[in-house]
């Protein structure tokens, strides 16, 4: 894509998470592809912390933070008077949870508002913004304002492209990232996306050629599932990862592990309580504590592992190391718990993993029924667990699936499992969109064509020819392999009035509707209905440039109609790794502002019809054209791009 981003001096890829976040980056102005991660974070200088816990406090009747990260677990911070701590937000940035949150809960009122989350999020991402330029600034030659630096972020793939990835994108926007000219930041791969890349090029050796993998990543709180081909294992830098399928997601992770343990540590020390008082003002904000105490988070971690104890204690906090409570455990101030009631917890997350995992081998089987799965790679900090290793082993390894297609499967543990997603920062080339992606035109009536039968038409005053309103023409069409590397060019056409002595300089900007549409390309209409939605507007604007050079029509004695300039450009459509940017230009000159599109991508193989000679320009019914369509090298000057020849005339309204 180096037709549209100059090359970068500084990539940076951010991992936010539910319980930490992680940031790798690679300074690509040393001529280096060597991938680091930021391990100093303020409160933990003097040691090596690949993630810094998403966590923010507040004063009381303060909007601003008083601390974060590791400095907000202090003791002082959590326990300190008029405090409260903001954490595990992370999935509340999406409307629907949060609303199913309130519906859930016996108290509506403690569940916060979207607005309120928005603001944690900015708050948060701010601070880190600011750590990340203090930190990283000094890796460049050049001002940390002025070099080419690009953030790119991850995000869960149960997230909705709209609202809720174009409210994060408002979010890291607002917080400082991409503020300067030379910085960018974009919304890159899917979690599941980006643990998948990692591991393919840290692992290349375990892969072979076609193979089939299966890429679970089991973080905080939520579990994505991506099902990949490996293609050109001959070379590490070369490899790479085709999407076969829909990538999944479901709310399984560690919290659920913590909220179980949380709920039943409540139960315990609310009937302790009844026996005989425990004087702690609030069981609720106990058990809470608890749940954070690095006893029990070192107990979840260890669970599965062979020196395992039966038993592990955990503090209870504000409680007199006096008090005894033998029958419940209770004993100087700590309450001991049997190791095996984690179990119950786990085993009700892996229920919920393997109905997944038998989800996606079932589709797999249906699809591609004489092929077989070869990996099962886990990772996530839940993908760490040895138990839930074993259990996955247990039901899926060596021929014990009860599927045909995974015979043969492994499973594979990612190396730095809580690092791949901020690690995997490349991309995938050939990708299927989810939805259709057109943008609304008006298309010439034709009496012969079946579709525009009973369709709205009018007639146009500047060339008095009948035309369909409200059309769309699809883009990209849901389902169709779409390459990064060879971006969509489609022409157009546009009429604009001449000037006269009372307007000398008639209006030529254009805003243009984008519109998406989940439907099967089959069933894609030909004009705007309630199936279809618009995402944004492009902005076409040619007041910069002369009347002149526009073609006058109508401008001979003999010429009945109105005169009017017509405005001929082409509509260039850049592929990013999740994101669609709409760019005009005419004569070599680009016009439009740049509109992002977050894009829910699915990856795919290059569609057999497309034939790439030795200069990468395609011939054929390249980009997954549908049959029929005649595609052309007529390109705006040094543009490299495939163009359409429509056999009709269409213009954006």
Same mark, same amino acid.
């Given at each position: ?17 539910m319980t ?16 680091r ?10 040691a ?14 303060s909007d ?18 008029g ?27 403690k ?18 913004y ?23 972020f ?37 979690e ?7 591991t ?46 829909v990538?999944f997601?479901?709310?399984?992770? =560690?919290?659920? +592990?913590d ?8 139960? %315990?020390? $609310?009937?302790?309580?009844?026996? /005989? #008082? ?24 260890d669970?599965?592992s ?48 393997f ?18 799965v070869?990996?099962?790679?886990? =990772?996530?900090? +839940? ?9 996955? %082993?247990a $039901?899926?390894?060596?021929?014990? /699936? #009860? ?26 080339e ?18 012969q ?7 709205r ?22 389902g ?45 209409p030909?004009v ?11 902005q ?56 992002l ?14 034939n ?42």
């Amino acid at each position: 894509m180096s037709d549209f981003v100059p090359r970068p001096d500084l990539v940076i890829a951010i991992d936010f998470g539910m319980t930490c976040t992680g940031v790798a980056y690679c300074n690509v102005s040393t001529g280096s592809d060597n991938v680091r991660w930021i391990q100093r974070w303020p409160g933990r200088m003097q040691a090596n912390e690949n993630k810094v816990p998403t966590i923010l406090v507040y004063p009381d009747n303060s909007d601003t933070p008083s601390s974060w990260g590791f400095l907000a677990e202090t003791p002082q911070e959590q326990n300190g008077v008029g405090k409260e701590s903001k954490e595990w937000f992370k999935i509340m940035l999406d409307e629907e949870r949060l609303q199913q949150m309130q519906r859930n809960t016996s108290d509506p009122s403690k569940v916060p508002k979207i607005y309120e989350v928005e603001k944690w999020y900015c708050d948060y991402f701010k601070l880190l913004y600011q750590y990340i330029e203090n930190r990283l600034r000094g890796e460049l030659a050049s001002q940390w304002e002025d070099a080419n630096i690009e953030f790119i972020f991850s995000v869960p793939t149960t997230w909705k492209p709209n609202p809720t990835v174009e409210r994060f994108r408002s979010i890291i926007s607002r917080a400082g990232f991409g503020k300067s000219p030379s910085h960018t930041a974009v919304i890159g791969l899917t979690e599941a996306e980006a643990a998948a890349v990692h591991t393919a090029r840290e692992s290349p050796a375990i892969f072979k050629e076609r193979e089939i993998l299966l890429v679970c990543d089991v973080g905080g709180g939520t579990t994505d599932l991506s099902a990949l081909r490996v293609t050109n294992t001959g070379s590490i830098n070369s490899l790479a990862l085709e999407q076969l399928d829909v990538v999944f997601g479901a709310t399984i992770g =560690s919290t659920q +592990l913590d909220r179980l343990f949380e709920k039943a540590t409540y139960e %315990r020390l $609310r009937m302790v309580d009844l026996m /005989a #008082p425990m004087r702690l003002e609030d069981l609720e904000t106990t058990a809470w504590e608890m749940r954070l105490s690095k006893e029990y988070q070192n107990a979840k971690c260890d669970y599965g592992s062979p020196d395992d104890t039966d038993m592990f204690s955990v503090a209870i906090p504000r409680l007199s190391r006096s008090y005894v409570n033998d029958h419940f455990g209770i004993r100087d101030g700590e309450m001991r718990v049997r190791r095996n009631e984690l179990q119950g917890y786990f085993d009700s997350q892996i229920a919920k993993l393997f109905e997944m995992i038998d989800k996606q081998l079932t589709r797999l089987q249906q699809r591609l029924p004489n092929e077989q799965v070869a990996h099962l790679v886990l =990772s996530g900090g +839940l993908g760490n667990s040895l138990y839930l290793q074993q259990r996955l %082993r247990a $039901r899926y390894s060596s021929g014990n /699936a #009860p599927f045909a297609n995974a015979q043969s499967l492994q499973v594979r543990v990612a190396p730095d499992p809580q690092l791949v997603v901020c690690k995997g920062i490349s991309i995938l080339e050939w990708r299927c969109s989810r939805a259709s992606y057109g943008t609304m035109c008006k298309v010439l009536y034709n009496p012969q064509n079946p579709q525009h039968f009973g369709q709205r038409t009018e007639r146009d005053t500047l060339d008095g020819k009948l035309y369909i309103t409200d059309a769309i023409d699809w883009l990209i069409k849901k389902g169709e392999p779409v390459s990064i590397n060879y971006p969509i060019v489609r022409n157009f056409r546009r009429k604009c009035s001449p000037a006269t002595a009372y307007h000398p300089n008639p209006s030529r900007v254009f805003p243009t509707a984008v519109v998406s549409c989940d439907l099967d390309k089959e069933l894609l209409p030909l004009v705007m209905n309630t199936t279809c939605q618009k995402i944004c507007e492009v902005q076409s604007d040619f007041s910069s440039l002369p009347l002149s050079i526009f073609k006058l029509k109508n401008r001979h004695w003999w010429n009945t109609g109105e005169k009017y300039h017509r405005v001929d450009y082409c509509v260039k459509v850049a592929l990013g790794p999740a994101d669609i940017r709409f760019e005009l230009w005419r004569n070599g000159q680009k016009l439009s502002k740049d509109n992002l599109i977050k894009v829910e991508w699915l990856a795919a193989p290059a569609p057999p019809e497309v034939n790439r000679d030795g200069n990468g320009n395609g011939n054929g019914n390249g980009n997954g054209a549908v049959a029929g369509q005649q595609w052309q090298n007529q390109l705006p000057a040094a543009q490299d791009a495939s163009v359409v020849n429509w056999g009709g005339e269409r213009e954006w309204v």
